[in-house]
T-cell receptor, first 108, second 113 residues
Framework: KNEVEQSPQNLTAQEGEFITINCSYSVGISALHWLQQHPGGGIVSLFMLSSGKKKHGRLIATINIQEKHSSLHITASHPRDSAVYIC??????????FGAGTILRVKS | SQTIHQWPATLVQPVGSPLSLECTVEGTSNPNLYWYRQAAGRGLQLLFYSVGIGQISSEVPQNLSASRPQDRQFILSSKKLLLSDSGFYLCAFFDSAFNYGYTFGSGTRLTVV
């Protein structure tokens, strides 16, 4: 079993839909990161969470430390949101352990 | 501001040839530096990390090596590439003072032929 599990693996949505990507982890962490990877491969940090909830524009990330679970929500999705979304947990040594990623495609 | 430069962006190398990928960081001092690899169809995996000059920790045994000759320079090398070394290589640094913690390089797509 992977230490970081993401679901779904693939997600297709219509423009305007509310999207949720889930992440569960099984190790002790100091923080959880949500990342976005575009087709060229470059990675952008979206959120760093150690508790509660954060919001940037149409993106919302939540974490439940007791349940070892995090969700990334996208409100009013748009085709430009199409990308791979990666959950990663920060462990000792400030190292990241990554989930396999969720491939999101938003159709217009 | 904190920036990270990684080059080259794309590389095609024959089996058995050497490799050198370079990463430099600006806007921070004494960062934790990391090399990650993403093989085709797979998630990112930590290869090496460094907490200071000359200090390298390896996570995955393989024919790659890393060096940190200067505080803000991190180099990934191989003496002889294997086909299995193909993948997408990312350099990153961690700064606890930075809002998102991590900053990632733009990556190097390596194809070994």
């Amino acid at each position: 079993k992977n230490e970081v599990e993401q679901s779904p693996q693939n997600l297709t949505a219509q423009e305007g839909e509310f999207i949720t990507i889930n992440c569960s982890y099984s190790v002790g962490i100091s923080a959880l990161h949500w990342l976005q990877q575009h087709p060229g491969g470059g990675i952008v940090s979206l959120f760093m969470l150690s508790s509660g909830k954060k919001k940037h524009g149409r993106l919302i990330a939540t974490i439940n430390i007791q349940e070892k679970h995090s969700s990334l929500h996208i409100t009013a999705s748009h085709p430009r949101d199409s990308a791979v979304y990666i959950c990663a947990v920060r462990v000792y040594g400030n190292k990241l352990v990554f989930g396999a990623g969720t491939i999101l495609r938003v159709k217009s | 501001s904190q920036t990270i430069h990684q080059w080259p962006a794309t590389l095609v190398q024959p089996v058995g040839s050497p490799l050198s990928l370079e990463c430099t960081v600006e806007g921070t001092s004494n960062p934790n530096l990391y090399w990650y690899r993403q093989a085709a169809g797979r998630g990112l995996q930590l290869l090496f990390y460094s907490v200071g000059i000359g200090q390298i920790s390896s996570e995955v045994p393989q024919n790659l090596s890393a060096s940190r000759p200067q505080d803000r320079q991190f180099i990934l090398s191989s003496k002889k590439l294997l086909l299995s070394d193909s993948g997408f290589y990312l350099c990153a640094f961690f700064d606890s003072a930075f809002n998102y913690g991590y900053t990632f390089g733009s990556g190097t797509r390596l194809t070994v032929v």
